[in-house]
């Protein structure tokens, strides 16, 4: 009877005045681990019941005629009232932050490529309160691509978008070990690129990344206002080049046509990043990228099966499931 008016008490604490664990350990006088048993057992045994209610945000049969229709481990698709680009984005980047959280684990190994969403989703994680609970043994992250410099011409965020800057504030957060990728995203020539990946430290990194456990990239476009084409290591021929050229999509620095094919595209030999056929050998690959703009993108990703976990928005959904 003490036991049940305990587990009781510790119910109406979580569940109805929405109390964290520490802070009916400390109320009562009990370690976290009694508190988490205490609400284990009273699921167990009925005191709880979880009863789902399926709001009109939770799409779920999309999500499961997404995953059959391309193939994919895994789709979300994140509802917003609001339609602006960067509110989707902001949707999509809490929606990621919450798909690590769930799959992290001790000894794993996360490879990272650029962008503002993945910006975000750290943003995010570091405002996480279940990260003040958890604590993860080797655990790796690695940059997919290498960085450029901080250019004043760019808003501040563009800096932190980039792979080693998200990797250094990520490490922080999960206080996991961190590795850089020493290179610039672009360099002068192919001869200098053959040159540096066969640099240990640098080989060691790539070498690393190939063989993630998961790999997490943003999908851009080609499009005159898109990250690809504002780069600033690109110059004047390579832009011209990417514009002529039948590409629709950008996954980890290079491009992809409508069919889901890599486009060879000149410079690709300066790029600085894991290829994208080494990239396809990470076991989970999960693109995360929304908006109308980048639906041909996001379809050319999925045709040609680089990623198998897709987070995005209904409408981009809505684009995928209806096109042949």
């Known amino acids: 009877?003490?036991?049940?008016?305990?587990?009781?008490?510790?119910?109406?604490?979580?569940?109805?005045?929405?109390?964290?664990?520490?802070?009916?350990?400390?109320?009562?006088?009990?370690?976290?681990t009694t508190v988490f048993r205490a609400l284990e057992k009273a699921k167990k045994e009925g005191?709880?019941?979880?009863?789902?209610?399926?709001?009109?945000?939770?799409?779920?049969?999309?999500?499961?005629?997404?995953?059959?229709?391309?193939?994919?481990?895994?789709?979300?698709?994140?509802?917003k009232e609001e339609k602006d680009s960067l509110s989707i984005r902001e949707e999509i980047a809490y929606y990621l932050s919450d798909f690590l959280l769930r799959t992290l684990h001790n000894d794993m190994t996360i490879a990272l490529s650029r962008g503002k969403t993945l910006q975000q989703s750290v943003a995010?994680?570091?405002?996480d309160m279940r990260l003040k609970f958890q604590k993860y043994h080797n655990v790796k992250l690695?940059?997919?691509?290498?960085?450029?410099?901080?250019?004043?011409?760019?808003?501040?965020?563009?800096?932190?978008?980039?792979?080693?800057?998200?990797?250094?504030?990520?490490?922080?957060?999960?206080?996991?070990?961190?590795?850089?990728?020493?290179?610039?995203l672009m360099v002068s020539t192919p001869e200098v690129k053959q040159t540096l990946i066969r640099e240990k430290?640098?080989?060691?990194?790539?070498d690393m990344a190939e063989h993630a456990d998961l790999g997490i990239t943003g999908i851009g476009t080609i499009e005159p206002d898109s990250n690809a084409?504002?780069?600033?290591?690109?110059?004047?021929?390579?832009?011209h080049e990417l514009s002529t050229q039948k590409g629709v999509g950008e996954l980890v620095g290079q491009i992809i046509n409508e069919n889901g094919d890599i486009v060879q595209m000149t410079y690709h030999d300066q790029l600085m990043a894991l290829n994208l056929e080494a990239f396809r050998k990470i076991p989970v690959r999960v693109g995360a990228a929304g908006g109308l703009?980048?639906?041909?993108?996001?379809?050319?990703?999925?045709?040609?099966?680089?990623i198998n976990v897709l987070i995005t928005d209904e409408e981009v959904a809505n684009y995928l499931l209806e096109i042949e």
């Open 1 to 32: 009877m003490r036991d049940d008016r305990f587990i009781y008490k510790v119910v109406e604490m979580y569940y109805r005045k929405g109390m964290s664990q520490l802070q009916i350990g400390k109320k009562l006088n009990v370690s976290r």
């Open 47 to 79: 005191y709880v019941q979880v009863v789902i209610n399926r709001p009109q945000g939770l799409l779920i049969s999309k999500e499961e005629a997404l995953e059959k229709k391309f193939h994919l481990q895994e789709a979300i698709i994140v509802y």
């Open 293 to 306: 703009e980048k639906k041909e993108a996001i379809l050319s990703v999925l045709k040609g099966e680089w």
């Open 229 to 239: 084409m504002g780069d600033p290591m690109l110059d004047q021929e390579m832009i």
């Open 201 to 206: 430290s640098i080989k060691e990194i790539l």
């Open 142 to 184: 690695l940059p997919l691509m290498g960085s450029t410099n901080y250019n004043p011409s760019n808003d501040y965020e563009y800096r932190f978008s980039y792979s080693n800057y998200l990797i250094e504030r990520l490490a922080t957060i999960l206080n996991c070990d961190g590795y850089q990728l020493l290179s610039p």
């Open 124 to 127: 995010f994680l570091e405002k």
